[in-house]
């Protein structure tokens, strides 16, 4: 018999294995760990799985709070910027006291560049999360894709973030994840970033 990977499951096991050394003292009457300490470690883990369960919980709260209020953010500054540029028209010079340079022309946009230095910030049971710094060079990216591959796999999108950073939740467990992030603009896409690889 093998011993188990998942945590149920391992939880599970421990509690039969107190269970059969406590009805069985006669079998097993000096076990390494006492069928009490056993017992004291899984009350521990179901704790800390608990805790961990509501941690989860309340940081992918906090992501789509925060992406929320993002979005609200930036439509409120597009409505302003908007009604600057309608203001001043004629008179461009004036809109850089908002911090802000006008419209450009389409034809001087460009496709973003490569998105640097993506890395898994923290991960949870079936979660992570992912960050990165925007290119440095090419046109201004408007949003990220984020691109998934199981291993043997093809790429596919599974999210699309405005931030630098993206709250990935339920992913499969136990398997090898290649994660990789691509800029974009109205121009079109930037060169993938380098891939990074987790197992959850």
């Known amino acids: 018999m093998q011993f188990p990977e998942r945590e149920a499951d391992i939880a599970a096991l421990a509690l039969l294995l107190a269970q059969g050394l406590e009805q069985a003292p006669e079998d097993f009457p000096a076990p390494p760990v006492p069928p009490a300490e056993l017992r004291v470690q899984l009350d521990r883990f179901n704790t800390a799985l608990a805790a961990s369960v509501g941690a989860d919980s309340a940081l992918r709260e906090q ?60 991960e949870g049971d079936t979660w992570l999360v992912l960050d990165w710094r925007p290119p440095v060079d090419g046109g201004l990216a408007a949003a990220y894709q984020v691109q998934r591959r199981k291993l043997g796999g093809s790429w596919e999108d599974v999210a699309t973030a405005v931030d630098n950073d993206c709250l990935l939740s339920h992913q499969p467990r136990g398997v090898e994840l290649d994660l990789r992030v691509v800029a974009v603009n109205k121009t079109g896409a930037g060169q993938p970033s380098a891939t990074v690889t987790v197992v959850l």
Request: glycine share 12%; proline share 5%; net charge positive.
């Open 63 to 122: 992501y789509a709070a925060k992406d929320q209020a993002l979005v609200a953010l930036k439509d409120a500054m597009k409505a302003n910027l908007r009604y600057a540029e309608v203001e001043v028209r004629g008179q461009p010079e004036k809109l850089s006291g908002l911090g802000w340079g006008g419209r450009h022309g389409a034809s001087n946009l460009e496709p973003p560049g490569e998105v640097r230095d993506i890395a898994v910030r923290t």
